[in-house]
Nanobody, 124 residues
Framework: QVQLVESGGGLVQAGGSLRLSCAAS????????MGWFRQAPGKEREFVAA????????YYADSVKGRFTISRDTAKNTVYLQMNSLKPEDTAVYYC?????????????????WGQGTQVTVSS
């Protein structure tokens, strides 16, 4: 089993930046990809970004493309989400997740393990 621990959330003004981190508790040889999802109050959890662990291919939701960047450090078993030009509509709890198999990258049901979430609040 993989345990994921997120950090880096907080309160920021619109136009500002934050970097989220997600550390995996064990070796990641069984991980195909890691992703970030978010859930705003009253809304479903939605895909934000993902990265394949071995090849580093990246995927983004249209709403964050050009503003957010996902990356990973394989030596530290950690994935990052750099968020720039933040908007109030980016306010949500952000979750890190991992998946073991090559399947639809943006489908949350394809992810096996989840972190506890970290709050991101963007004020206008």
């Amino acid at each position: 089993q993989v345990q994921l621990v997120e950090s880096g959330g907080g309160l920021v003004q619109a136009g500002g930046s934050l970097r989220l981190s997600c550390a995996a508790s064990r070796r990641t040889y069984s991980i195909y990809a890691m992703g970030w999802f978010r859930q705003a109050p009253g809304k479903e959890r939605e895909f934000v970004a993902a990265i394949t662990w071995s090849g580093g291919s990246t995927y983004y939701a249209d709403s964050v493309k050009g503003r957010f960047t996902i990356s990973r450090d394989t030596a530290k078993n950690t994935v990052y989400l750099q968020m720039n030009s933040l908007k109030p509509e980016d306010t949500a709890v952000y979750y890190c997740a991992s998946k073991r198999y090559d399947s639809t990258i943006y489908a949350r049901d394809n992810y096996d393990y989840w972190g506890q979430g970290t709050q991101v609040t963007v004020s206008s």
